[in-house]
Structures are given as structure tokens and as C-alpha cells.
């Protein structure tokens, strides 16, 4: 991961150079049933237990993209208040995730740019989510435009 930058000019307001957030997800045998119907990705690995096994496994995976959704919804929860539009994850796959694994996401907030717009930020993430044994299972960087805080009824 990247070392923080210090912010451009200006400040965005409630977000700072250096910022770690942190979310955790057990995931469950019911969740990988629904990311299959959901993304309709029904590659041997990710429904069967025999086609996992002979491909080295000890049992079937989640999709990558599901793991990146996962972390990327930590961005979410962490700016819930916020009109934010996720503009570009990258990640790096590590490890596969299981049914029974608990993730724990950490991002931190790398530099804080002013955008072209004024009164909105262009926010440089970079992340790691690790399962129970503390072993890496996807890397990400992220770019996030931050435009403003929700109005008081919550609408953007």
C-alpha cells in the first residue's frame, strides 16, 4: 500500500490525507448460492464442491468480482452521508475466498485532490482485505469522487 499524500489545496471537508476505515463480513455457504444466481457465473469452482476440489480447492469460491464488491461496499458504509461515485477499483487477487471465511477490509485514503468541479474531491484509496488468518486475499486501489455531503433528508 501507498503512503499517504498530503492534500493538494483546499480541504475536503470530513476527509483527511492518511484516513484508514475498516469493515468486516462472515460470509456464509447462502451467500456464494445467491452471488451465482445474482451474477448468473456458474463456472464449475463456484457450484460444485467435486469441480473445486479437482481444481486444488479445498471446497467452492466466490467469484473475484464479488470478493471486489465486498471490499468496494466498505467505500460505501465509510461515505453513507456523502454524494460519492465510485470511479475506478483496480484489485489484485491473492487468494480465493470460501464459504465460512470472515473478511476484514481496511482502506486507506492516500491523497485528497481538488476536482476540476469546484466544491467536489477526487479521493486515492488504497485496501487490503484479509480473512480470519490474517492472510491477504485482495489488494485494491480505488478513485472516489466526493461531491458533497447528503442533504439533511438524505437526498443527494
Known amino acids: 500500500m501507498t503512503e499517504p499524500t498530503a492534500v493538494a489545496t483546499g480541504a475536503c471537508?470530513?476527509?483527511?490525507?492518511?484516513e484508514r476505515f475498516v469493515s468486516t463480513r462472515a460470509l456464509v455457504g447462502e451467500d456464494l448460492e445467491r452471488a451465482v444466481r445474482l451474477t448468473q457465473g456458474a463456472?464449475?469452482?463456484?457450484?460444485?464442491?467435486?469441480?473445486?476440489?479437482?481444481?486444488?480447492?479445498?471446497?467452492?469460491?466466490?467469484?473475484?468480482?464479488?470478493?471486489?464488491?465486498?471490499?468496494?461496499?466498505?467505500?460505501?458504509?465509510?461515505?453513507?452521508?456523502?454524494?460519492?461515485?465510485?470511479?475506478?477499483?483496480?484489485?489484485?487477487?491473492?487468494?480465493?475466498?470460501?464459504?465460512?471465511?470472515?473478511?476484514?477490509?481496511?482502506?486507506?485514503?492516500?491523497?485528497?485532490?481538488?476536482?476540476?468541479q469546484m466544491g467536489q474531491w477526487v479521493l486515492e484509496l488504497s485496501g487490503q482485505m484479509l480473512n480470519q488468518d490474517g492472510a491477504a486475499v485482495l489488494e485494491a486501489s480505488a478513485r472516489v469522487l466526493w461531491r458533497g455531503p447528503l442533504a439533511a433528508d438524505g437526498a443527494p
Open 43 to 116: 463456472h464449475p469452482v463456484h457450484v460444485s464442491d467435486a469441480a473445486a476440489s479437482s481444481a486444488g480447492l479445498r471446497g467452492r469460491i466466490f467469484h473475484g468480482a464479488v470478493t471486489a464488491a465486498i471490499m468496494a461496499s466498505a467505500i460505501g458504509a465509510r461515505f453513507a452521508q456523502s454524494r460519492i461515485a465510485l470511479l475506478e477499483q483496480n484489485n489484485r487477487y491473492l487468494l480465493p475466498v470460501y464459504p465460512g471465511d470472515t473478511l476484514h477490509t481496511t482502506w486507506t485514503v492516500g491523497a485528497v485532490r481538488e476536482s476540476r
Open 13 to 18: 471537508p470530513g476527509v483527511t490525507a492518511g
